[in-house]
Structure formats: C-alpha cells, structure tokens
C-alpha cells in the first residue's frame, strides 16, 4: 500500500446502536439509542474496519430531498446528483467509471429485502430518508451472504415501532429555489402485531433551468410473531420525476451556472418514473441455534426517458420492468470447548424482464421507433461461509457462486442473443486478531464478479452486446480498528488494493455520437480510509466530533504499450470535519466542512475538475418535548462546485454546477401515546 499513514477511526458513537438527540418528560435533551436491526435479526454481525454505521443524526439533517447528505460524510462514499432528488449515481472505492449514469457493481438492500435488480443496477431512488433509520455501507467486496456484491455493500432499514403505545412524527421543509419537503409517519404494536406508515411529498424548482424534480411516496410495513416465528411484510409506492438540464463546459458553468442545453429544454429531457416495491419476509427458529430464513420481492417500474443534448445522440425510451426474487438462508452456531463456531448457507435467486421502446427525435419531435427490445435475466447467487473464534483469534471463510443468463429478442429486427455469465465462484477470508480489549486488527482477501448490465449490454443503439465481458474484482485490505463495546470511542484505518479485470467503460463513436460499452483493460485500485467520531458530555452539554479522510489512486491500464492513465470521475483526495454541540433541553449547533481535491474528468484528455471546500451551518432549536425547530444553512461560503460530474463526455461537457449558499428551514413533530395499544 501507499498510504502508510497512521489514523484512528471512532467507528461510530456506539457502532450497533444509534444516536438520536431526543427530548425526556422533562424537557431534557439527552442521546436515545435502539439496536440495529437491518435485517431480521441475524446474529452477530462482526464489526470492522471497512464498515460504516452512518450517524442517525446525519439521515435526520440536511434538506433529506436523498440520501445523499448522509452518504457523502462515509470515507470511500462518492454520491453525486443533479439538484434536490434528481438523478443520481453511487460510487464506492472508484467504481464510478461503471456508472457514469445510474447505480451498478452496489449491492443495495432494504431491510430483507434486495433492490439491486438481477442485472446488477440499482434503483437507489426508491430510498426516501423518511424510509431510512439505519444505514450500514460496506466499503469493501461485500460479504458473501448478500450475494456478489463486487463494488460494495449498502444496506438500509427501519426502525422498529415503540414497544408500548404509538408514535406519529411529521416534518415540514422548505429552501431557496421552490424547495420543499412534506412528510408524516406513524406506527405501533400491540402484542404480537405490528404497523407502520408513512407518505412524502417532495418538490423542488432546481437551481438551473430544466432541473426540477418531484416525488411522492408512500409505505406500509407490518410486523408479526406467531409461535416462534417472526415476519415482515413491506409495501411501497412511488411516482418521481426529474429533468435533465445536461452537461455545461467549464466556460459556460463558470459564466452561466443556471443555464441548461438548448436541445434539452427543447425535447424536455427528463424521467419519469413509477415504482412499485413489496416484498415478504420470515424467520423460524429450527431447534436451539438454528434459524432459517426466507424471504420473497416483487417490483414493477414503468419509465418515461427523453433524454440527449444534440439531435445526433438523443432519444426517447418507454422502459417497463419487472422484477422477482427471492432468499433463503440457514445459519448457526455452537461452541466446542474455547472455540466458537457460526455457519451459514443459502441462495438467492433474482429474475428481471426489461421491455424497451425507443424513438428517435426528428426536429425535436418523437419519430419512429428505433429500438424495441426484451430482456430477460437470471442472476442465481448460492452463498455458504464458516468462521472460528477463539480467545483473541477470529477466523471467516466464505464463498459465493453466481450465474447470470440473458435473453435478449431484438422484435425489429426479429433476432434472438442468449448469453450466460458463470458459473463464478469467489472466496472470502478474513483474519481478525484482538491485541487488547479494544484494539484489533485484520486482513481481509476477498474476489466478486461485477456484471453488465442490461443498459451497458444495448448502449444507446439497442444492438445487444455478446461480447462484454463482466468485470473481475480482487480485494487485499487490512485494518485497524477498536471494539466499539469496549469504550465511548473508537479507532479504524483501512487500506486497501483492489485489482479489475475486464472494466467496463463507455465508448462514444465519433460519426454519430452513439455510447455503447467495452472492455478497457485492468484497473489498479490503491486507497485509505479513515473516520473518528467521538462524543463527550459535561453536565447538561454534550460535544460530538467527526472526522474522515479518503486517499484514492486509481488507475487504468488499457494495454501493455499504452501508459497508466487516471480513473476519470474519481476523487483522489476527500476530507470531512463535522463539529456538533447539544445542550440539554434547549437544542444543538452543527458546523461541517468537506475538501474535495482535483478530479480528473477523462481518459484521454488532461481536463481536471478544481477541487472546493463546501461546509455547512445547522441550528436546532426544542420549544418543547415533541417539538424541533430548525434552520440548515448549505454551502455556506459560497463556493462554486459540480453536484454531478459527467465523465468521458465527447463535448466536454463534463459540469453541472451546484446552488450558492441556501437556508433551509424546517420543522419536526412527534408525538407517542403514553399507553399500550390493544
């Protein structure tokens, strides 16, 4: 590695548990926390030094038009978004080039429940923050249980109902630029049942022109026991839209931030989207340490995507989606003398059907039909894994096999392509010493295959590509980190190589300026990661400090004669300080700062993105116990960045720039029933 630097990670306040500020009968504000529950409860999820339990005050603040907010303070994390809730892309250690549109090689689970597709993109929409408690993102190749997590793993969920009694919460949040947010959630139990429920409703004008975004969601969520069996059932709805303003040049983002492409505002670039997600979810004890779990999901998404920045490279896609799928898995656990043995074996199955209708734009206007395909995929994922632990030794084994087929009729052309990816099996090993009661550390060697998707299989021409090839991921890490049950911080360090064959890149042609995908070579992953949270109290104040710093140095080599040449899109340098101060009864002060270095923008250019540092100002203020007024003040010098970073864009036009300074202004509401329902 070539970052031997020496840095302490405070893993989070209390690791498995949240922080929330809340308000007692007194009035006083103290820290509340709940067990993290992302799943139905697996056992013991071994804490580490690539994980990253986000800060549940994090998905409380900021404007919560996404995640993002949240997402972009985790080390390795690189979330980037036109405007409030517009289009977004996920990146996690350099896997952006994949994705220069869109979320793929991420594995993304809520709850139970995946919402990665079987092609391996990801709609990462669907998580409104007002379905989000609990946030784990995994840095590294994901654990084998999840399936073929190749670029990282992200898994959200909700918190349980209140034991006793009910609880409702409303927030309401309004901004600069038409921005504002309505949202209300309730729940309950009463005895073995359970029920939540929750709608949002979200719209935003857009700092530039053709940037608007809206959405509207709605989910129910119910709980049961019956004999030794828990279950969950999940329901949600939602109808989103967000428009595409395009690229800007450097000259043209620097003298008119606001503006958009002609050509989009004239075809009214946009998606439109409609989705529908539920799924079910059960587990069975089988005997004293057995437990069995299964799990089924459907989705449906209807999409409407005029799309392009000159009449040569645009269109209009119609795109429906179904999607299936479903898990099972058996674990346990038991002790022979010091050593403590766990298990686990299971499947998951996902199946996709894409049906695609493409128009071309003549004179702006929707012409014929292009493209007219159907996709089908299978993904089969078979996981198994063993670990030993023994005094101050901890020994994981585990391995995933997964298989992809796809079918794809061409119904213009009236041909057929079949292809299959895999059988691919790829180990996991890990070795986890523990020096003192808190100080540990570890290796880790893990492989995955990251594969293509449906979009990276038709390009913008519709024409199926048989010889893409998935990507093949190699990850060496070790760590530095302490136990977070041991004391009130904690310490984490993480480096890593991660190795790429076969990466998959866009490849724009030069004639007509159509985007398809090939293989560009291998790509070399060097990186460090690093966090400290740590929080302090005297008598009724309460001192919180974050802290996070990202080295990455990717780089491509396409063949043995060429030179290594930068991963466009991908941050070498990243570093966050987030100071925060609580005062019982009365509220808190939160003050931010994120530097960004320089960024490289293409393969074959030497165009750079400047750096910038952004920081931010958030206030709250409790009149009373159910009651939080705030105000949140982004980018607060002012400066002048990209929210989104188009990568390898023939025109060059690689920006599109962020909001000045902005106020956001809001307020939350709750309120619980002092009695048991029922």
């Excluded at 645009?314 to 403590?340: C, N, Y």
């Excluded at 093949?472 to 041991?486: A, H, I, N, Y």
């Excluded at 340098?573 to 939160?590: I, P």
Aim: with cysteine; charged share 20%.
């Amino acid at each position: 590695m070539r970052y031997l630097l020496l840095t302490v990670h405070l893993t989070s306040f209390l690791s498995w548990s949240h922080v929330f500020a809340q308000t007692d009968s007194t009035g006083a504000i103290g820290l509340r926390t709940f067990t993290v529950r992302p799943f139905l409860p697996y056992t013991r999820d071994e804490p580490d030094a690539a994980r990253t339990q986000v800060d549940s005050t994090l998905l409380a603040g900021f404007e919560r038009s996404s995640l993002r907010s949240a997402l972009v303070w985790v080390p390795g994390v690189q979330m980037d978004e036109r405007g409030r809730g517009g289009s977004s892309r996920l990146s996690i250690r350099g896997s952006l080039l994949r994705a220069p549109f869109g979320v793929r090689g991420v594995k993304v689970y809520m709850g139970p429940f995946p919402l990665t597709l079987a092609d391996g993109s990801t709609p990462l929409e669907l998580l409104d923050p007002m379905l989000v408690d609990q946030l784990i993102v995994d840095r590294q190749v994901g654990d084998p249980r999840f399936g073929s997590s190749p670029s990282g793993l992200v898994r959200a969920g909700l918190e349980l109902p209140p034991a006793e009694g009910g609880v409702l919460q409303a927030e309401a949040l309004g901004g600069p630029f038409g921005y504002y947010r309505l949202g209300v959630r309730g729940g309950a139990m009463s005895g073995h049942q359970g029920v939540q429920a929750g709608a949002v409703h979200q719209r935003n004008d857009g700092f530039r022109q053709q940037e608007s975004t809206a959405r509207d969601q709605v989910f129910v969520r119910t709980l049961w026991r019956h004999k030794r069996s828990t279950g969950e059932a999940f329901l949600t709805w939602q109808q989103a839209r967000w428009d595409l303003p395009g690229g800007l040049d450097s000259l043209t983002a620097a003298q008119e931030p606001r503006s958009a492409r002609p050509f989009a505002q004239l075809i009214d670039a946009h998606v439109a989207k409609q989705q529908l997600f539920g799924g079910i979810a059960v587990e069975s004890p089988l005997g004293r340490m057995i437990i069995l779990r299964t799990g089924v999901q459907a989705q449906r998404i209807n999409k409407r995507n005029p799309y392009g920045n000159s009449p040569a490279a645009s269109g209009d896609k119609e795109e429906r989606i179904t999607a299936l799928g479903g898990r099972m898995t058996v674990e346990g656990h038991h002790s022979t003398g010091a050593v403590h043995w766990a298990w686990h074996a299971g499947l998951e199955v996902l199946a996709e059907r894409d049906r695609l209708d493409e128009y071309a734009f003549t004179n702006a206007e929707r012409d014929t039909l292009r493209v007219q395909a159907d996709t089908r995929v299978g993904n089969l994922n078979g996981f198994a894994g063993l670990s030993a632990s023994w005094a101050r030794i901890a020994l994981r084994l585990g391995a995933v096999t997964e298989r992809t087929n796809y079918d794809h009729v061409d119904l213009l052309r009236t041909t057929q392509a079949q292809t299959s990816v895999g059988p691919a099996a790829s180990p996991m090993a890990s070795w986890e010493q523990r020096w003192t009661r808190s100080l540990s550390t570890s290796v880790r060697y893990a492989t995955s295959v990251s594969r293509p998707t449906v979009w990276e299989l038709l390009g913008t021409t519709g024409a199926f590509n048989q010889a893409l090839l998935p990507e093949r991921v190699q990850e060496l890490q070790v760590g530095v980190f302490t136990s977070p049950d041991s004391m009130p911080v904690g310490m984490s360090l993480s480096l890593y190589r991660r190795w790429v064959d076969d990466l998959i890149v866009a490849q724009v042609d030069a004639a007509d300026g159509s985007v398809g995908y090939t293989n560009a070579g291998k790509a070399l992953l060097d990186g460090m990661e690093a966090e400290a949270h740590g929080t302090a109290t005297r008598d009724r104040w309460t001192y919180q400090l974050a802290w996070f710093l990202t080295f990455q140095n990717h780089r491509l080599k396409r063949t043995d004669t060429l030179p290594e040449r930068a991963v466009p899109g991908v941050v070498p340098m990243q570093m966050g300080l987030r100071a925060r101060v609580l005062r019982a009864g009365t509220g808190q002060v939160e003050f931010g700062l994120r530097l960004l270095d320089a960024t490289p923008l293409c393969l074959n250019c030497g165009d750079i993105a400047p750096g910038y540092l952004i920081a931010h100002l958030r206030v709250g203020w409790l009149p009373n116990a159910d009651l939080e007024v705030f105000a949140h003040v982004e980018n607060l010098f002012n400066a002048d960045y990209s929210g989104f970073l188009q990568v390898d864009d023939p025109g060059r036009r690689y920006f599109n720039p962020a909001p000045p300074v902005g106020l956001y202004a809001g307020l939350r509401w709750s309120f619980r029933t002092p009695r048991k329902w029922g």
